[in-house]
């Protein structure tokens, strides 16, 4: 988990473990904007506050 003025932030590997996804199906979605995402230098990072948003929706449930 990263954080930014603190917003934390899970790259796209953390996002597809914690969603048990392949991490390129977390970097479709993004592309897809189905996932708000921002860049920072060279890095794709998914706001936790976005995910949390997406799981309180149902769209997707957390692994266990």
């Known amino acids: 988990t990263r954080e930014t003025?603190?917003?934390q932030?899970?790259?796209p590997g953390q996002l597809a473990a914690r969603?048990?996804?392949h991490v390129e199906s977390?970097?479709?979605l993004v592309r897809k904007g189905s996932v708000g995402?921002?860049?920072l230098?060279?890095?794709l990072l998914?706001?936790?506050s976005e995910i949390q948003r997406i799981e309180n929706e149902g769209?997707?449930?957390r692994a266990a």
Request: overall charge positive; cysteine-free.
């Open 26 to 28: 977390v970097r479709r």
């Open 59 to 61: 769209r997707v449930a």
């Open 9 to 11: 932030f899970l790259t």
């Open 41 to 43: 230098g060279r890095r």
């Open 5 to 7: 003025d603190g917003t």
């Open 19 to 21: 969603w048990a996804f």
């Open 37 to 39: 995402a921002v860049i």
């Open 46 to 48: 998914i706001p936790l």
